[in-house]
């Protein structure tokens, strides 16, 4: 058990609490895609959920069509005053080609099309729907920061199960390669992305101002892109992360679409453009190298620490991820897509809200 602070005021899981929290005030963005139908982890969560009682709970659902009406069904079973955001729908679509924002369809569109409408309360908690472990602490933890004046938390845990460490991407990519941008440049948000013990973790809570000044990627780099957002809006003194104590969820192939080295490519693109964004370009040239020697040298660092546990331990396997995940430290190329933050849009959460209402109506009668 420790208490040490970072840069960003941290929160530890000292007695296992349960805060007072302003669950009252907050809508909580669930995102889930059709392997979340009826699951166990799902139901754990939205079960949870119920005595949590917060003011809304939005579910952006990323499904196709046939699946649509049995997802409304299951979901209007749990006592919580749910709106399921359907993504896929004709008329989403066509609002967003209308504004030239068509592209990709993935987590992070799907968290974006959700905030606007979460936004209209006056805190916003988003977490994934997999989780296996999942506690009713988790959203007043995550909340009460901002209770007490602090503009963005981000949740952080030990992905560590049946004795062995997970958490592979933000391990073996995330960390090492900011370490090595951090012994490049020493700028402040290189600082600030250093600072989080989990920061690609799906967990966080904003106020609605906040909430609606993110700027959001598509796909898997939805976090760092949070980050970035929160450093511009928060800062380091607007910051903190909270110890959400055990987690577990899923787990995904190194390989394979979906898999971590897809992963990977978004994290690393979104990553570079948010230093971009701010003034910050890194030596490409030197980069890859950089980072493989800081990533090899963790792999070192978390042996010793599997062993100290008695936990297994792939170090073979561990460096050939790291050679894998070097193909994605390289210069962003193509069109910016990012979405824009909601202060920003185009258009308003009610338009968003109600192409999906009347794509989801259309499909499930």
Do not use: I
């Amino acid at each position: 058990m420790e208490y040490v602070q970072e840069r960003v005021t941290t929160l530890h899981d000292l007695s296992d609490p349960t805060p007072d929290a302003p669950t009252a005030r907050t809508a909580v963005v669930v995102p889930m895609t059709e392997r979340e139908y009826a699951g166990l982890a799902a139901n754990r969560v939205l079960s949870t959920l119920e005595r949590v009682d917060p003011a809304r709970v939005v579910v952006p659902l990323r499904a196709p069509a046939e699946r649509v009406g049995p997802f409304r069904e299951w979901l209007s079973e749990y006592d919580l005053p749910l709106e399921v955001l359907w993504c896929d729908g004709p008329r989403v679509s066509d609002l967003l080609g209308a504004e030239g924002l068509s592209g990709v369809r993935g987590k992070g569109r799907d968290v974006w099309l959700a905030l606007g409408r979460a936004a209209e309360e006056e805190f916003v908690v988003v977490h994934d729907a997999d989780t296996k472990t999942y506690d009713r602490s988790y959203v007043p933890r995550l909340l009460f920061p901002l209770a007490n004046g602090y503009g963005f938390s981000k949740g952080y845990y030990a992905r560590v199960e049946d004795g062995r460490l997970y958490g592979r991407l933000f391990r073996l990519f995330y960390a090492p390669l900011v370490r090595a941008l951090a012994d490049e440049t020493r700028a402040p948000v290189v600082d600030y992305l250093d600072a989080f013990r989990y920061a690609l973790s799906g967990e966080f809570a904003a106020t609605s101002d906040v909430a609606r000044s993110l700027r959001a990627p598509r796909s898997w780099g939805l976090e760092v892109g949070v980050l970035g957002g929160a450093f511009d809006a928060v800062g380091f003194d607007g910051t903190a992360q909270v110890d959400l104590g055990a987690y577990e969820h899923d787990h995904r192939a190194v390989s394979g679409p979906t898999g971590l080295s897809d992963m990977s490519e978004s994290v690393g693109k979104t990553l570079f453009r948010t230093l971009a964004d701010r003034g910050v370009v890194p030596d490409f040239e030197t980069l890859p190298a950089r980072y493989r020697e800081a990533a090899l040298r963790l792999v070192d660092q978390y042996a010793a620490d599997a062993a100290f546990n008695d936990f297994a331990f792939d170090r073979a396997g561990e460096r050939e991820q790291v050679a894998a995940y070097a193909d994605a430290v390289v210069e962003p190329e193509g069109e910016d897509r990012r979405l824009p933050a909601w202060s920003d849009a185009p258009f308003d959460p009610a338009d968003v809200v109600g192409a999906a209402e009347r794509d989801a109506e259309e499909v499930s009668s």
